[in-house]
């Protein structure tokens, strides 16, 4: 009896203790705040993207990322006003993401190169002048 609560524990010290952790998205740009964002909304398409495993086991964020960019096509690169919601089932579970892809390079040739700039530096995406690089 002594050996079976010993090793029950053992076993319950060593979850308890274990961690582990995974790397779960790589992004260029991201924000949780609203940002008004100036864009032609008839250039983006609404998408979405799952990335599903059993018990999440492969499951990531960026494959659904990367999924839901596949799915508007091949000349949209950027997801704006997305959502990531993670889904569960029985014994499968993963992420979804939702958002409106847009194509830079659609927007540049809009826009053209010196508009698209401005548009860059209105929305506070990124600056090159005003840029620094941290360690």
């Known amino acids: 009896m002594k050996k079976t609560i010993s090793f029950v524990a053992i076993i319950i010290a060593l979850i ?4 582990c952790s995974q790397r779960l998205i790589d992004f260029t740009v991201i924000s949780s705040k609203n940002v008004s964002l100036k864009f032609d909304k008839s250039q ?3 998408v979405s ?3 599903m495993g059993f018990i999440g086991l492969g499951a990531s964020i960026k494959d659904a990322m990367d999924n839901a960019l596949q799915n508007a096509g091949p000349d949209f690169d950027i997801l704006v006003d997305g ?9 499968v579970s993963g992420y979804k993401v939702e958002g409106t892809a847009i194509s830079t390079s659609k927007m540049k040739a809009s826009l053209g190169v010196k508009g698209y700039e401005e548009w860059c530096k209105a929305n506070n995406i990124f600056d090159p002048t005003t ?5």
């Not at 308890?16 to 961690?19: C, I, L, Q």
């Not at 959502?83 to 014994?91: A, G, I, K, S």
């Not at 840029?131 to 360690?135: F, L």
């Open 83 to 91: 959502v990531v919601r993670l889904e569960d089932y029985f014994l």
């Open 16 to 19: 308890t203790f274990s961690s």
């Open 49 to 51: 993207g799952t990335s």
């Open 131 to 135: 840029a620094t690089v941290q360690n």
């Open 44 to 46: 983006g398409k609404a």
